[in-house]
């Protein structure tokens, strides 16, 4: 249930920012640009899933394998002090599915 409702509602969102705000984007990912919608889309295991996140906690380096993955914060932002994600060039992951630390780009809040 939770997959179907997420497929409604936010690969209809999302489909439609990378259609009008993101054709070139969209054409590298999905090799088109337009009708994305069309298109089969799918979960990763265990997807879609709300992660509550604790001080001190966290989720390992890992690869999702999917084009595109939806971060979605819940909290107000002024409601916590750190955190963040990170992401890896593909080139610079290793073969065990990790990233070496020196290849890092940090994203956080």
């Known amino acids: 249930e939770a997959q179907m409702l997420s497929k409604s509602v936010i690969f209809g969102k999302l489909l439609s920012f990378f259609e009008n705000e993101l054709p070139d ?6 090799g088109q640009r337009s009708n994305l919608r069309s ?28 084009s595109v993955t939806i971060n979605v914060l819940l ?20 073969q065990d599915g990790g990233a070496d630390e020196e290849a890092s780009v940090g994203v956080s809040s």
């Open 25 to 30: 984007l969209a054409e590298t990912l999905f």
């Open 75 to 94: 909290s107000d932002p002024d409601a916590f002090a750190g955190g963040g994600t990170t992401f890896w060039p593909e080139q610079k992951l290793s």
């Open 39 to 66: 298109l089969h889309s799918c979960f990763s295991p265990g997807e879609p899933a709300v992660n509550r996140y604790r001080v001190g906690g966290g989720i390992a380096r890992h690869t999702d394998k999917q």
